[in-house]
T-cell receptor, first 116, second 116 residues
Framework: DSGVTQTPKHLITATGQRVTLRCSPR?????VYWYQQSLDQGLQFLIQ???????AKGNILERFSAQQFPDLHSELNLSSLELGDSALYFC???????????????FGPGTRLTVL | AQKVTQAQTEISVVEKEDVTLDCVYE???????LFWYKQPPSGELVFLIR??????QNEISGRYSWNFQKSTSSFNFTITASQVVDSAVYFC?????????????FGGGTRVLVKP
């Protein structure tokens, strides 16, 4: 158990809908990351938050947004869903902001999103 | 831009054989970090090892060992005396220095199947 929790585990929805994925980081970790794992794109970094502020952005679609709350949990919002958004969405957390010793990212179990 | 390549898509071995996974990376940074993660059939991503770009010492941790060579930009990972529980997809990942944040760039993964 990595200490990172994600809800829900599975989500099935229809095209055009909006969903929210939730992540609670490990106790004490200030950084939260979101990744998408799909068959055709592999594992891709979406976005990073550190202590409530956005710090880095990857290949995140404009239809997607995220935020990190004062209690450090994070939510990833996906809107106007398309079939191609079906994927496993991982949240990860680390103690600090940037790469370095003791700053490994620990991953949650993921949320499997299916868009029908 | 950073890039990670895992040329082997799938490796099949018989229990107790050694397995070596290849990883080649590209980065312009002089400070970077390399990781190996394991994704068992259950789907979670499990952190295995981390290496800093300024430390080329190769190590052994239990049945895991790694060979980091900056001259060839390679970070290979070996499982000694493989077991059925080692069956999983293994990902090599790279993160660059502080200026680039701590996002992970993953390779495409190598599926390891250990047969009894």
């Amino acid at each position: 158990d990595s200490g990172v929790t994600q809800t829900p585990k599975h989500l099935i929805t229809a095209t055009g809908q909006r969903v929210t994925l939730r992540c609670s980081p490990r106790s004490g970790d200030l950084s939260v990351y979101w990744y998408q794992q799909s068959l055709d794109q592999g594992l891709q970094f979406l976005i990073q938050y550190y202590n409530g502020e956005e710090r880095a952005k990857g290949n995140i679609l404009e239809r997607f947004s995220a935020q990190q709350f004062p209690d450090l949990h994070s939510e990833l919002n996906l809107s106007s869903l398309e079939l191609g958004d079906s994927a496993l969405y991982f949240c990860a957390s680390s103690a600090g902001l940037a790469g370095g010793a003791y700053n490994e990212q620990f991953f949650g179990p993921g949320t499997r999103l299916t868009v029908l | 831009a950073q890039k990670v390549t895992q040329a082997q898509t799938e490796i099949s071995v018989v229990e107790k054989e050694d397995v070596t996974l290849d990883c080649v990376y590209e980065t312009r940074d002089t400070t970077y970090y390399l990781f190996w993660y394991k994704q068992p059939p259950s789907g979670e991503l499990v952190f295995l090892i981390r290496r800093n770009s300024f430390d080329e010492q190769n190590e052994i941790s239990g049945r895991y060992s790694w060979n980091f060579q900056k001259s060839t930009s390679s970070f290979n990972f070996t499982i000694t005396a493989s077991q059925v529980v080692d069956s999983a997809v293994y990902f090599c990942a790279l993160s660059e220095g502080q200026a680039a944040g701590n996002k992970l760039t993953f390779g495409g993964g190598t599926r390891v199947l250990v047969k009894p």
